[in-house]
């Protein structure tokens, strides 16, 4: 009995002394889940009107994801994956095949509404049908030369060009579905996105480290929206994107 006491005593006080040297250097013992990331990747949402699903290789990250909606940049163990986005009304679902830098930062820009564009199959009903969905996975670094700001522009209206007017009078117009890019601006801009007679009055504005930002514009009631998302990169951590919007009519 006494020499059983004594062996539980030792194994206890071998989980203490686990327990003080994990405190004492932050660390554990090593799972597939915690694998040092291979790739960091984050999501801007311009999908409407209905909810969707984020899965990646199978595994839903992000459920009930809404137009507007972002996602901070994750750590993902490997570069090569298989990401789907799942239409939660009819089960439609657009699937991306990435295979990216090892070590880089990415943005996933999502715009579309999920509407069919072609009829199902009747010979091959099993194969996933084409839908109205814009994706595009775009790098996070400056091009050699360039410096923040950049700001990426999604449309994802589906008829509607957004015209921007941004600083020194720059006109832009994104045309449906697409992406425009804007560079050279300061770290803190007003634009004007309109949509017909609609406007709304964007400020974008940071503090250091400066970032670049990524801007998605979406169908929103009779009018439209849109959501900003500063494009994470590991050379400090930057605060969100500060986002104030006026409207008109």
Known sequence: MLATRHSFLII????????????????????????????????????????????????????????????SAMGLPESKFQLAVIDKINGHRKTLQLDLEAGGCYTLLLAGDFQLLAPVS???????????????????????????????????????????????????????MQMEVVSGLPPNLHMKASVGSAVRSLYLGQDPPVKNIAVVFYPSGDSFGFRA?????????????????ERSP
């Open 122 to 176: 009747s010979e091959a009903p099993e194969a996933a049908p084409e839908v109205r969905v814009y994706s595009v996975v775009l790098s996070n670094k400056n091009e050699p030369g360039q410096a923040p700001v950049r700001v990426r522009l999604v449309n994802g209206l589906i008829s509607e060009s957004v015209k921007i007017q941004g600083p020194n009078n720059q006109p832009c117009s994104v045309a449906p």
């Open 229 to 245: 998302m500063t494009e994470y990169t590991p050379e400090g951590v930057a605060p969100e994107v500060e986002q104030e919007e």
């Open 12 to 71: 206890l006080l071998g989980f203490f002394q686990a327990a003080l040297l994990s405190c004492a250097f932050g660390q554990t013992a090593a799972t597939p889940s915690q694998r040092p990331p291979k790739v960091h990747l984050q999501i801007l949402n311009g999908i409407s009107p209905d909810p969707v699903d984020i899965a990646i290789d199978g595994q839903i990250l992000f459920s009930d994801a809404r137009p507007g909606q972002r996602f």
